[in-house]
């Protein structure tokens, strides 16, 4: 017996001929994997009691705990799957990170208490180094049993986490994740502990009973300014430091509130770090200047990396922003700085796409200030690495890509930042990769088999509108700058209208919103009879989802990993060759004799696309009124139709999603046309005001309500008049 | 295909009003989408329907056949089912019908359907125009597969003539000129001296009424 809970789970959609797996393009997109689209389809259906939408909405934040526990954080720092969303080149992208964010505003509470994993009682394993990919992978390791210590140079956990501004990541969410996460995991945390150069060695760990290690130390060591491949002369002045360790410092709190009241900052970088020190210093009450050696065009090869919500946020602030400088030299007054001399950069990046910056010298600007703060990028620490023989020959950390684990000494897997400098949710899928290999290698298994996967996106569903995308809400800048969050997040009913507009572009089986909603036991696979088939092609022309083919040289093949089980095939197939598993004809036909014998005359029938009534599903009608629902409203037959009216039943009543919202993109549209055709052929006999079409919106029950209170009073006026 | 469409249900209870026993003949061949089972079934729904409205009750039999002018195969899956019936309903074109009335002399066949020509259909528009008259002297070899004997208004076979403007037929502003049409194809395919032959007038006893198979 198949729990719901098992049948719910999503399935690897695997193209039979490519062997490629189908994923809608932003869950290819997190590195995480997770399943966007489910968690969109199941929040555009929240009840509409708060009670149990809150519950609900912590069902959707386990979820995505299982795959993802930093998601709370993931909320006000990712957003790399709304890069890739289909939407995007219509009217914005889905705003997924906004929503996950409200998930997260009802998980936190929760989080505190939620029940712990069972206690792991594998092998022990260590993990250097306590940022997002180090807690991924005890994490995972964890899940799968292991006994796992995060070993942390640093007071806190946390890693790069710990450089993010307040503003845009509050302290309080991430103690709240990271101790939940240890909480939950029982993941035993060492700070303080100092590998290498004097410190501990994999040899001690070793003998301390640790059977693999994960090392994700991360890009500690901030870079100097450099001007072909010399270092800038005057770093040593007073006035001149690294912005990273300022946005360290302001995090601890070992700040003073307004350190750079009246004071000229000057902040040189056009990254995202870049931004965040020029904003906090901004917020430390300087007057601040940003140089980068990119243009201000983003769309070139040397425009600005940073993200255009930090630069127009940082230009709201008051922060001024000299493009295309680079810094030949920092020029002080009795050991203070003073000002940067500033050539003209003419290429950042060369030919071959590496960053290797060329200045005109001879176009030179000065630009003044009191403090410099040097934010041009980060590098590991590697000397560790090198004592300990982890390095090649050519001084580069020396893994497997695939497994990440270190070619030279077994047992010994590298990720993160150390490896490439990434995103954090990068570097989390690097824990995750990890963790999978070492649990390999501990029991003896082939680390690399099955391991590559290629991911294809499905075909994109074409809608005949698209929603404007919601505009994000920021506090006025006279209101933010300070380090309290200042982006507006969701109310629930708005998250509810943003997950509406997902156009859920992956394959239904790697999705399954439907059955974990429980709106179907499972997704009905279409049943073919060859023999009654004309090959009129009509099924292949209407399906919306492209998932059915012809075969040469007759008949058709369906392809279930696109069919979205609408059932629109079966309702225009002209030889009933088509039946839908769990829908089949001859069910509907048994429910539609139950309704005509149960209910009280005028006898209403309702034929309703299921995803139009959710939630709540057990509305009461009246008792003249019987619902059949249906997994689309193109799944209405007009055979169905008027079966219905020869068993008596007075008015039917077809209930569709309206089309922008229909999840068949054209289920909604064919089914009005194909009750409009009939109307029409019942209007040869008179009868035309027995059927309705009417479309009501998801969780707007009240909508339902008036329209069949409407048509309720259409057949009683027709039904009194017959009688009398 | 052979485009049909449906008669009006008042009419065809006119037809069957004396009869109750009735079959209901489908037919996948040629239209689009072919009048099969579905339709059959469907028909006879709302034919019941109208019925009880009359204060008539049918009783419908319903079935489907490959082609109904086909006379061999028609009659070897109808024959087996008729026993009882009073009257045939055709949902095939008139040719089908006709057939079906050759098959069961003693019974009344009635035509579900008006035929209108053979034509083609564009589905995405879901508009079905007149490609072929069956003239017996096919042209289209170099017309540029265009029939102008179809699709030209005077069925001219040296166009076009004077009456085109801007592509279209004079006598209907909807419809394309046929020979307009042809001229592009041809320039298309770099073929334009064919409308220098002089075609002679067409040869009406080719159309005939018969051939051998």
Redesign the interface.
């Known amino acids: 017996m198949v729990s719901q809970k098992d049948r719910a789970q999503v399935e690897e959609i695997i193209d039979e001929v490519s062997g490629k797996v189908y994923l809608p393009p932003c869950q290819i997109a997190c590195p995480l994997g997770e399943d966007i689209q489910r968690s969109h389809a199941m929040l555009a259906l929240l009840h509409l009691e708060p009670e149990e939408a809150a519950n609900q909405i912590i069902k959707i934040g386990n979820e995505i705990y299982e795959k993802n526990p930093l998601f709370p954080l993931c909320s006000h720092i990712c957003g790399l799957c709304e890069k890739e969303c289909n939407y995007k080149d219509e009217t914005g992208a889905v705003r997924r990170r906004m929503l996950v964010r409200l998930i997260a505003e009802h998980y936190l509470p929760y989080l505190e208490t939620k029940p712990p994993l069972p206690a792991p009682t594998k092998e022990k394993v260590a993990v250097i180094g306590g940022g997002p990919g180090g807690l991924m992978c005890a994490y995972e390791l964890s899940k799968m049993g292991y006994q796992v210590s995060i070993l942390e140079r640093n007071p806190e956990l946390g890693g790069a986490l710990q450089y993010i501004p307040r503003y845009r990541l509050p302290q309080e969410i991430v103690n709240s994740v990271i101790n939940s996460l240890l909480r939950i995991a029982h993941i035993e945390v060492k700070c303080g502990v100092q590998m290498g150069d004097g410190g501990k060695t994999l040899k001690d760990l070793k003998s301390e009973g640790y059977r693999a290690i994960f090392i994700a130390t991360g890009t500690p060591v901030p870079r100097p300014l450099t001007m072909e491949g010399e270092l800038v002369k005057g770093a040593e002045l007073e006035g001149v430091m690294f912005g990273l360790n300022l946005l360290y410092d302001v995090n601890q709190g070992n700040v003073p509130p307004r350190l750079y009241k009246g004071k000229r900052v000057v902040v040189v970088g056009g990254g995202n770090v870049a931004f965040d020190v020029a904003r906090t210093a901004r917020r430390l009450g300087g007057d601040v200047t940003i140089v980068c050696l990119e243009g201000e065009d983003k769309s070139t090869k040397d425009g600005i990396p940073a993200d255009v919500e930090e630069i127009e946020g940082a230009t709201q602030e008051g922060i001024k922003i000299v493009y295309s400088r680079g810094v030949e030299e920092i020029i002080g007054e009795d050991g203070k700085f003073r000002k940067i001399k500033c050539p003209r950069c003419t290429s950042v990046f060369d030919e071959d796409g590496r960053f290797n910056p060329k200045c005109d010298r001879s176009d030179v600007v000065y630009v003044e200030g009191d403090v410099l703060l040097v934010t041009i990028g980060q590098a590991p620490e590697l000397a560790f690495y090198r004592q300990e023989g982890l390095l090649n020959e050519r001084g580069r950390i020396d893994i497997d890509q695939l497994t990440l684990m270190n070619n030279l000494k077994p047992g010994i897997f590298i990720g993160g930042d150390v490896k490439r400098v990434g995103f954090a949710a990068e570097a989390m899928r690097d824990g995750v990769i990890a963790a999978e290999s070492i649990d390999r290698y501990l029991k003896g298994k082939e680390l690399r088999v099955g391991r590559k996967k290629e991911y294809e996106s499905a075909p994109i569903p074409k809608h005949a509108h698209y929603k404007p995308q919601p505009e994000l809400v920021w506090a006025p800048v006279e209101e933010r700058l300070n380090f309290e969050p200042f982006e507006k997040g969701f109310t629930l009913e708005q998250a509810v209208e943003e997950a509406r507009r997902c156009l859920c572009c992956g394959p239904c089986r790697s999705c399954k919103a439907c059955v974990a909603l429980e709106f179907q036991p499972e997704i009905p696979d279409i049943k073919y009879n060859e023999e009654l088939c004309v090959d009129c092609g009509n099924c292949v022309f209407y399906c919306p989802c492209d998932a059915i083919k012809f075969k040469s040289p007759r008949g058709v093949r369906f392809d279930l990993t696109l069919c979205r089980a609408c059932g629109l095939c079966i309702a225009v197939c002209p030889a009933m060759a088509l039946e839908m598993e769990n829908w089949e004809r001859e069910h509907i036909s048994a429910l539609i004799t139950k309704a005509a014998s149960e209910t009280e005359k005028p006898k209403i029938l309702v034929f309703r696309c299921q995803w139009t009534v959710l939630p709540p599903l057990d509305r009461k009608f009246t008792s003249n009124v019987d619902v059949i629902d249906l997994p689309c409203a193109a799944r209405v037959e007009t055979f169905h139709i008027l079966e219905a009216l020869q068993k008596g039943i007075d008015g039917v009543l077809i209930v569709a999603c309206p089309e922008e919202d229909c999840h068949r993109q054209t289920g909604s549209k064919e089914a009005q046309r194909s009750v409009a055709a009939l109307g029409e052929r019942l209007s040869q006999i008179g009868l035309q005001d027995r059927l309705h079409f009417c479309v009501v919106a998801p969780r707007h029950p009240e909508e339902l309500d008036k329209e069949l209170e409407q048509f309720r009073q259409r057949i009683e006026a027709i039904y009194s008049k017959e009688s009398r | 295909m052979i485009v049909t469409t449906?008669k009006?249900?008042?009419e065809l209870?006119d037809f069957l009003s004396p009869y109750s026993n009735i079959l209901v003949a489908g037919c996948?061949g040629c239209t689009?989408?072919?009048?099969?089972?579905?339709?059959a079934?469907?028909l006879s729904?709302?034919l019941?329907?109208?019925g009880k409205?009359r204060n008539k009750d049918f009783i419908f039999k319903v079935t489907?056949v490959?082609k109904q002018c086909d006379n061999y195969l028609a009659a070897s899956i109808l024959r087996p089912q008729i026993n009882g019936a009073e009257a045939v309903l055709s949902l095939a074109c008139g040719i089908g019908t006709q057939t079906l009335a050759e098959i069961f002399p003693e019974l009344p066949v009635f035509p579900a359907q008006n035929t209108h020509f053979m034509g083609a259909e564009e589905?995405e528009a879901g508009i079905l125009e007149e490609r072929c008259v069956g003239c017996g002297d096919c042209l289209l070899a170099v017309t540029g597969g265009i029939c102008p004997v179809a699709r030209c208004s005077k069925g001219l076979l040296n166009g076009a003539c004077g009456g085109s403007k801007e592509g279209k037929c004079e006598l209907d502003p909807e419809k394309d000129c046929a020979w307009i049409l042809i001229y592009e194809q041809l320039k298309k395919m770099d073929k334009l001296e064919l409308l220098k032959e002089f075609r002679p007038p067409r040869d009406y006893q080719l159309s005939g009424w018969k051939v051998a198979p």
């Open positions: 449906p009006p249900l008042d209870l996948d689009q989408p072919p009048r099969g089972l579905r339709e079934k469907t729904q709302l019941e329907l109208g409205l489907t490959a589905r």
